[in-house]
């Protein structure tokens, strides 16, 4: 029986000439991923089939832009200074990309495809929400094949070896950490489930599961950073990252209050004035009755869809 767990040796494959890095394959992987399941789920909504992928084709890179400017932001001694190459900013396989600023852009990115499309931006990313948490879990592998973002010391049985030469300053003579890494990654597939589950029972509309998304991530990753102990800027007592998940997740509080209110407001929307609707009409069925949060049991991408796109756009 192992007593930890041990990390790979290497995290680079070389097919000839190319190289195929852990880390890259992580990304690309979680990102198909998040494509398929919020293609499935948009659908199911009443989205028009295939407008998940025209949204990323937006969404990815500049998710990608984002993550390296926020990691460059936060991080700017690893570029700048004496001993420093600038260039390196743009080596991105490399490693150095921040959540943060692949959650903005990312949502950037596919705020302007929705607006180029004419589909509801919340109806997207209420689709997308539990895609994303599965894309960040599949992410976190390789984390775990470069040997990076590990914990405190620790010799519980899960614990995570950690070759001599990937041990930071202070921490030579540990060999086992916390694995923060395998930590984010079960935290954020619980999440999806969570959110999938709660979706289930209570419609989810107008941006409410993008706010749990959101509330549910940074809790997470609150607990998580503060068993790290890679060099990283701190305000006061807490890391930088700390700070950033709290402020993130009193936003996505306030957007889930907001989503809620509006969700309620629609539904209380008569529905004779649905059904005058020519693009809503056939969306709205009233004859299931009402949901557990009070909302009509509704093409939910198709009246969003009319809520929030402009006057004379086409529906998916």
């Known amino acids: 029986m192992l007593e930890f767990i041990p990390s790979p040796s290497e995290g680079v494959w070389h097919l000839g000439p190319l190289p195929l890095r852990a880390y890259a394959l992580g990304i690309i992987i979680g990102a198909v991923v998040a494509i398929y399941i919020g293609e499935r789920r948009y659908q199911a909504r009443g989205g028009r089939a295939g407008v998940i992928g025209d949204i990323a084709i937006w969404a990815v890179p500049f998710g990608i832009v984002g993550a390296r400017m926020y990691h460059v932001a936060t991080d700017p001694e690893l570029y700048f200074g004496d001993g420093r190459h600038v260039i390196d900013v743009l080596f991105v396989w490399k490693g150095g990309l921040g959540i943060w600023g692949a959650v903005a852009g990312g949502a950037l990115g596919a705020w302007i495809a929705c607006r180029r499309y004419g589909v509801s931006f919340s ?68 999440a999806a489930a969570l959110i999938i589950a709660i979706d289930r029972r209570v419609k989810l509309t107008h941006g409410r599961a993008f706010a749990l998304y959101i509330m549910f991530y940074t809790a997470g990753r609150v607990w ?8 990283v800027n701190h305000i006061g007592p807490f890391r930088l990252n700390v700070w950033t998940s709290i402020i993130v997740f009193l936003l996505g509080l306030v957007l889930f209050v907001v989503a809620t209110r509006r969700a309620r407001a629609a539904a209380a929307l008569p529905a004779a004035t649905a059904s005058t609707d020519d693009t809503a009409g056939d969306a709205v069925s009233g004859e299931d009755g009402a949901d557990d949060d009070g909302t009509d049991d509704v093409n939910y991408a198709r009246v969003e869809l009319d809520d929030e796109s402009p006057r004379g756009s086409s529906s998916p």
């Open 224 to 231: 998580i950073e503060s068993l790290r102990i890679d060099t």
């Open 123 to 190: 109806a997207v990313a209420d689709a997308l929400a539990p895609g994303l948490l599965v894309a960040q879990a599949i992410g976190r592998i390789g984390n775990y094949f470069n040997q990076e973002l590990f914990g405190r010391p620790t010799d519980v049985p899960w614990a995570l070896e950690i070759s001599p030469a990937n041990r930071p300053s202070g921490y030579l003579d540990s060999a086992t950490f916390h694995p923060t890494f395998l930590y984010e990654l079960l935290w954020n597939l619980a």
